[in-house]
T-cell receptor
């Protein structure tokens, strides 16, 4: 069965420190992977998708099919990055988006 | 519309009562999703609509839950005989079409069953 695992419920880092939010997926086909973010009192919104291979707000994520991972990284965390981050998997030929349980990132001053 | 719109934003109901949650997707989006977000949990998939059809209702937690979509637009999620464990944020999302497209979320309907 398809699954997305985010092992960390909470990640606290100091401002300026590097950040890595882990995401592993389970899917035998060709995945489409996303990171969604929810800032305080805002709706869940797309941060980035692997197919775009872009950097948004300094965040990047690389799909590693060998390790079935799609970790989210940022070299220097900012306080405004504090939010809930969800990794999501969309599977070939279906509509279904499968979300992980989310990681709350807290960036400390 | 400018974004996915959900109503009510907050609902407190007594155990055993029925509730209806409404979702108005982005105009032109054929795919519509309902998710549930419980405290400390991830996003639990409930149901998906393509047009007015729901190919997959397998995520609905029990037969007390139902959903419909009319005119390829507005969707209603109905919970009958609510229970305390139904308390959660119910999120609606839409996308232009399925697979690989960005899904856009509403702000959610926060349901509290007392």
């Amino acid at each position: 069965a398809q699954r997305v695992t985010q092992p960390e419920k909470l990640l606290s880092v100091f401002k300026g420190a590097p950040v890595e939010l882990k995401c592993n997926y389970s899917y035998s086909g060709s995945p489409e992977l996303f990171w969604y973010v929810q800032y305080s009192r805002q709706r869940l919104q797309l941060l980035l998708r692997h197919i775009s291979r872009e950097s948004i707000k300094g965040f990047t994520a690389d799909l590693n099919k060998g390790e079935t991972s799609f970790h989210l990284k940022k070299p220097f965390a900012q306080e405004e990055d504090s939010a809930m981050y969800y990794c999501a998997l969309s599977t070939s030929g279906t509509y279904k988006y499968i979300f992980g349980t989310g990681t709350r990132l807290k960036v400390l001053a | 519309g400018a974004g996915v719109s959900q109503s009510p934003s907050n609902k407190v109901t007594e155990k055993g009562k029925d509730v209806e949650l409404r979702c108005d997707p982005i105009s032109g989006h054929t795919a519509l999703y309902w998710y549930r977000q419980s405290l400390g949990q991830g996003l639990e998939f409930l149901i998906y609509f393509q047009g007015n059809s729901a190919p997959d209702k397998s995520g609905l937690p029990s037969d007390r839950f139902s959903a419909e979509r009319t005119g390829g637009s507005v969707s209603t999620l109905t919970i009958q005989r609510t229970q305390q464990e139904d308390s959660a944020v119910y999120l609606c999302a839409s996308s232009l079409n399925p697979f690989g497209n960005t899904i856009y979320f509403g702000e959610g309907s926060w349901l509290t069953v007392v």
